[in-house]
């Protein structure tokens, strides 16, 4: 979960309507067969419950994005796999609960599992919890592939949100098929357009996003 600083920021909330902000869709409409498990929908996560402004296991992204990763799925079912979405565009106030609880450093339920060697309160320092986040920018997502034969994910060294070096793109301390499999979703998601976020393996922004300085604020529904 990569987070970047912007000079501009709009928020913006269409809590009031029922239909997503321009630009946005759900990307199961143009990828009906891509995996969905948003984990920030679940207490399956670094804070242990459920995130605000999340109330459907539905998958948003910015049209843009959208059609960019239906050619990464695309590619990957030519090889038997399929993509697995972890999380997407994720509303503001989402952050803001994470900001709130990295500063509560008496909350460690889940420290063991997600950041067992990171103290708290150096996780704004480490940059793994900021103010702002690209995927409320709409064109970020955090991702796995797993395989159409066994339904499984495939081997990454680590696990998602795993706080921590074994999460770095380049770490070398795994084996050589975790490596060959960061190495594929690394290739296929930078061929279409996205770059990469080195301290995560699974965490992409879109080159040509079409909102770099908008943070918004809808929720997830």
Partial sequence: MK????????????????????EFVYVSDIIPDIKIELRYFTPNNFVGKPIEGYKADKLIL??????????????????????????????QRAVNQFMRWAKDLSDTINKQQFYPNVKKKDLFKEEYIATRSGHSRGSTLDLTITDNATDEELDMGSPYDFFGEASWVNYKAITDQQKANRELLQTIMIKHGFRNYPKEWWHFTLNSEPFPDTYFDFVVE
């Fill in 62 to 91: 910015t049209q843009h994005a959208t059609q960019a990763l239906k050619l990464v799925q695309d590619e990957l079912e030519t090889k038997g796999y399929c993509l697995k979405i972890f999380d997407a565009y994720r509303p």
């Fill in 3 to 22: 987070f970047k600083f912007s000079f501009l920021l709009l928020f913006i909330s269409t809590s009031a309507f029922s239909q997503l902000p321009k």
